[in-house]
């Protein structure tokens, strides 16, 4: 039994083995080849039937190219990528576009991820189209059907983009994502750019759709706050790597690396007795093109010890389900 089957999520619909992507960097006019970005380097984890996945981290820690390589959106430099079961790590264009149907992403802006050019009905329909999916009839009821469904009325099919709010437009683009009934969903920070309020709703309608279609996600954002809600479990990223993964509960209550307690700490907790202790990052995240030796994050770790500089700390099993990268765990 895998974590995801023991979290009670059922089989896995997603395992990511050992997934690197780093980007060649080019210099002057003969585009040299002057070094390598490592955005992603060796990243594990799966998710299960109908569980979310919350990967947090700053930006820049790679948790986007993540996303996007899974869905195959670029190519993975080393690494497996499973999708239920079946391996699509280097699959051709073609034999990619069935399992492109089983999963979608929702993009973080709303606005520049909608076509201005189409009306709502056209964009939540037009995968439909392209994948040549019933008659033409049958894909105006389907897609009348998720406007319904995602919080939008059929009279708002024919409207366009800018006629609708932020949180509409987001609503637009779950329901573009719903369309071809995906088992797997990515969203990428995809309520980072709506008011407070209205990020709520959002997580609360992923949430309803979760129950209904048993979808899972691999849900990205900056900020615990916001993956608290949704997640089942958290996989907390720094410059390419996973440094704690565990579930959310343990993850909130009792986190065991420095990082997740710096990110931590920004949380407001609800209850003021609760306080959480202040630990506030300093500098920024270094680059990844030269990340630091040793634990990546030594150079802003108020614990960093002389080997913390030298050797990098493997991400360890430290009790069933729960893994840590720091020597001191
Ligand atoms: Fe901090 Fe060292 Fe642990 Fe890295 S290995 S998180 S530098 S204590």
Not at 56 to 63: D, L, N
Not at 112 to 125: E, H, T
């Amino acid at each position: 039994m895998n974590a995801a089957q023991e979290n009670g999520a059922g089989p896995s619909v997603l395992e990511v083995e050992g997934l690197k992507k780093h980007f060649p960097v080019k210099k002057g006019l003969l585009s040299r080849h002057a070094g390598k970005v490592y955005a992603v380097d060796g990243v594990s984890f799966e998710i299960g039937h109908g569980e979310t996945l919350g990967l947090v981290g700053e930006s820049g820690c790679g948790k986007s190219t993540v996303g996007r390589t899974v869905l195959r959106l670029i190519d993975p430099t080393e690494g497996t990528i499973r999708l239920s079961g079946r391996d699509v790590t280097h699959l051709s264009k073609t034999d990619m576009r069935p399992v492109r149907r089983e999963m979608q992403i929702i993009f973080q802006d709303p606005y520049s991820s909608l076509n201005p050019r189409m009306s709502a009905g056209d964009i939540v329909g037009e995968l439909l189209r392209v994948h040549g999916l019933g008659t033409s009839a049958e894909r105006q009821e389907w897609v009348a059907e998720l406007f319904e469904r995602v919080g939008l009325s059929r009279a708002q099919m024919d409207s366009f983009p800018h006629e609708f709010s932020g949180g509409q437009r987001q609503r637009i683009g779950i329901a573009r994502a719903l369309a071809l009934n995906p088992k797997l969903i990515v969203g990428d920070e995809p309520v980072s750019a709506l008011d407070v309020s209205i990020q709520a709703q959002v997580i609360n309608l992923l949430m309803d759709l979760q129950q209904e279609f048993r979808l899972s996600y691999l849900f990205v954002a900056h900020d615990l706050a916001v993956v608290e809600h949704i997640s089942h479990r958290i996989a907390v990223m720094y410059l390419g790597r996973i440094v704690e993964y565990t579930d959310k509960r343990t993850l909130f209550t009792d986190p065991q690396h420095p990082y997740t307690e710096a990110l931590l700490s920004a949380v407001p907790v609800p209850d003021p007795r609760l306080r959480r202790k202040k630990m506030v990052l300093q500098g920024d995240v270094p680059s990844p093109i030269s990340p630091p030796s040793g634990c990546h994050f030594h150079t802003r770790c108020p614990y960093a010890e002389e080997r913390c500089r030298i050797e990098s700390p493997p991400l360890r099993e430290i009790a069933p389900g729960h893994t840590v990268a720091c020597h001191l765990r």
